[in-house]
T-cell receptor
């Protein structure tokens, strides 16, 4: 059973729009949720992260909204730019997890100029 | 300049052979990891090392053996290769096992 699920699988938005990427998880021991951005031919790079004690984390145009009760989170990318076109992975780990991250399948974002 | 170097970038192997994937990090980190990304599965954790000691192993098969000859090296030896081993293997590192994870660019392995 997949522990971390992402939707949609792919998303296309126009430049300047807000892209919303969704993530849900099963394991209630998960308490750290990083989002990674991956461009073709490169490794994933940390974009933004949140811990379960917060319900919102903002970093420039990127915001995570977290709902612990529903075990859901979302990544909002405002004023989307063509350079944001990439695959975005939601991941999760438990306390003391030693960076053993459980990843979702990813959302492929395309931003059309 | 990339701070986590993985070699080779692409690797083609025949079924039953053995290969070694190389990883070196120049971030001064104390923890290193291997993750695998295949077409059919999400990116998945394989191993974690801290100060050159194995911390966690989520790989069921003994065909996968990490090798840490130096603090900033964590190679991955794969024996008796199978087509199902075809995937991109990512090396990663972090300052400690509780800090941000940084990934290399990966080695894409194809087993024929």
């Amino acid at each position: 059973q997949q522990q971390v699920r992402q939707s949609p699988q792919s998303l296309t938005v126009w430049e300047g729009e807000t892209a919303i990427l969704n993530c849900s998880y099963e394991d209630s021991t998960f308490n750290y949720f990083p989002w990674y951005q991956q461009f073709p031919g490169e490794g994933p790079a940390l974009l933004i992260s949140i811990s379960s004690v917060s319900d919102k984390k903002e970093d420039g145009r990127f915001t995570i909204f977290f709902n612990k009760r529903e075990k859901k989170l979302s990544l909002h990318i405002t004023d989307s730019q063509p350079g944001d076109s990439a695959t975005y992975f939601c991941a999760a780990s438990a306390a003391g997890g030693n960076n053993k991250l459980t990843f979702g399948q990813g959302t492929v974002l395309s931003v059309i100029p | 300049d990339p701070k986590i170097i993985q070699k080779p970038k692409y690797l083609v192997a025949v079924t039953g052979s053995e290969k070694i994937l190389i990883c070196e990090q120049y971030l001064g980190h104390n923890a290193m990891y291997w993750y695998r990304q295949s077409a059919k599965k999400p990116l998945e954790f394989m191993f974690s090392y801290s100060y050159q000691k194995l911390m966690d192993n989520q790989t069921a098969s003994s065909r996968f053996q990490p090798q840490s000859s130096k603090k900033n090296h964590l190679d991955l030896q794969i024996t008796a290769l199978k087509p199902d081993d075809s995937a991109t293997y990512f090396c990663a590192s972090s300052q400690t096992s509780q800090n941000t994870l940084y990934f290399g660019a990966g080695t894409r392995l194809s087993v024929l």
